[in-house]
């Protein structure tokens, strides 16, 4: 069994503006510690999956950063999408790639911004899954076992009947759920966060892409073909303007009957938002996390970050703060989800050098 | 009769950091409009003092800023204290140069960095003021009748019996209040802001200071002596090392009886921190004074000023936000007082670039 690695870097990463931009979004920056949230996750591959094995989709802004952020993947595998298409695309394809290489290869496909602890853990989970995807026709997802009534996750019920150990069919997708439904799936035990991960062999995906999204489908085997000529590139930009933007969510997790959930019990956050950073960050005896030159007083519960000027902070609760070269953010964690907001804005005053 | 301005401009302005600094402090800075506090204090005394009979006090740091400033004031007459000292030092040193040049002359002693509106207004109660001082042997203060229960200010009693209309003698003089003394102060109607403003010959003053400084009074006549010669610096670095710091307040005018004041009742503030600033601002409908390139969403009450970084600020309320070169200030409005603990720390942490 040969197994591929599929890293989505598509992502803009809004939430996390100042410090996000279009050219260098979250996957790309080192939100914890020294190395990028993408490093860490081909990193934490290691073992798993040969680094020649491991392929990126982003985009062409993105393509050259990560190039440079990746040595030990070859150059060919980080491939841009012309146009932003959603996840079914993506998925679609890595899997026609990884098919004409090796039809019985088996792929992950990973987003490239999301936090894990328990590494150990987490590469016997993928291991399992892929052993599991190799030997049957099926497409596994990561279920992650919540630890807490989250609202800002989808959520994936498993049937009961176990098939192998922590392996289950699903039974449904949920979206984000407000926080009585969440208390309920937490407390259920069958409800799981959905991961955006998944793990399936390269021919399983495209029949049911087949069965599904013939739409997509179709036009993808044009893409096969010309994948290492040199018309990969403008055959790719052809298809690619004619597909829908639609999520493999959507497209066929939600409608397949070959769906599984394999149960992962690491430590995973998607990142999504300052506030998650905060909660995942190690605090001062004020609940502060201060990152830079930063005097603070009577302040609690923050997280302020500059990157060369000094700052400081007196009687305030709960604030997120972020100085940039050419940007600072000041925002109260309750509302972290809005700083997107700032970059709509941005972009409808057509002030580029800041978006 | 002669009048003369006396400017006492010495003040470093700690509370207004990160825009004030040792070289910069609040009466150079045009925190309202186009120009800086002190061009303000001298424009406003156009038509009651000539120019070639203002002076000012101030300190090494600042002069050559100072004298830049006011193209229209004789640079002589910018005249630097070798150490600062509080304020009876430098009525005296301004006494006896006016005593000097005309011992007749009438002196106006202003602080540098208080807004006043109603400059008609203003300029009549200094002009009865001079009026007064000129034909009496007193020291006149101005006590502004006071709107609020400012805890803020220092009040002066006046006694009951009217001298001249809208002049009183001075029954004592009261620190900062707590908020139910204030309160009673303001209902009374005999309590009035200590303005800080004083009116008196250079003669009246001189003979008070004899009787109740003489400590004081001796060595300035040195300084009298030296001043339009050569040795004048020399001297007035050797006499002021000598010197206790003391403010007239406390050396004088809480002893003399000979001290009365004259209503004001022009709208006055000695902008004491940025929320003075706020409050003096005017205002968006949500309570916000944005200065700068700057974006807000639900927030409230709050004074955002940046120098050239876009900023965007989310959730929250009453903060004031100050952006400078090297410098970001976060402080909740109610804790506006305590940015001068920021100078401290920077002094202490001997970070002489950011002071």
């Not at 060919?76 to 298409?85: M, V, W």
């Not at 328990?118 to 596994?140: C, G, I, P, Q």
């Not at 979206?175 to 793990?199: H, L, Q």
Request: charged share 25%.
């Amino acid at each position: 069994m040969e197994i591929y690695a599929v890293i989505m870097a598509g992502g803009v990463g809004s939430r996390f503006w100042p410090r996000s931009r279009a050219a260098t979004p979250k996957q790309l920056l080192n939100i914890f510690g020294e190395e990028s949230m993408i490093q860490n996750t081909v990193k934490r591959l290691n073992g798993l999956v040969d680094e020649k094995n491991v392929f990126v989709i982003t985009n062409k802004i993105q393509r050259d950063k990560i190039i440079e952020q990746l040595p030990g993947v070859p150059a060919d595998n980080i491939i841009a999408e012309p146009f932003g298409k959603n996840t079914a695309p993506c998925v679609a394809l890595s899997a026609v790639i990884v098919n004409k290489m090796n039809p019985d290869g088996v792929i992950l496909t990973l987003p490239a911004d999301h936090l894990i602890l328990d590494e150990m853990l987490f590469k016997e989970t993928l291991s399992k899954a892929a052993d599991f995807a190799y030997r049957n026709d099926s497409l596994v997802t990561i279920g992650i076992t919540p630890t807490r009534p989250e609202t800002g996750y989808g959520y994936i019920q498993m049937k009961e009947e176990e098939v192998e150990e922590g392996i289950h069919k699903v039974e449904t997708f949920a979206e984000k759920p407000n926080y009585a439904t969440a208390k309920r799936f937490v407390k259920s035990g069958d409800f799981f966060w959905n991961s955006g991960m998944f793990i399936w062999r390269s021919d399983a995906i495209l029949n049911e892409l087949e069965k599904h999204m013939p739409d997509l489908y179709n036009p993808i085997l044009e893409v096969r073909e010309a994948y290492g000529t040199d018309r990969f590139e403008d055959v790719l930009t052809n298809i690619y303007g004619q597909l829908k933007s639609i999520s493999i969510d959507y497209g066929v997790m939600e409608k397949s009957n070959k769906v599984y959930l394999i149960k992962g019990d690491f430590n995973w956050n998607d990142v999504g938002s300052w506030e998650a950073v905060y909660q995942l960050s190690d605090r001062d005896e004020n609940g502060n996390v201060k990152i830079g030159d930063v005097y603070t007083e009577n302040t609690l519960g923050s997280y302020i970050k500059n990157d060369h000027k000094f700052t400081a902070v007196i009687g305030v609760e709960n604030v997120v703060v972020i100085e940039t070269d050419d940007a600072l953010l000041i925002v109260n964690r309750n509302e972290a989800q809005n700083v997107k907001n700032v970059v709509d804005y941005l972009k409808m005053k057509n002030r580029k050098e800041l978006i």
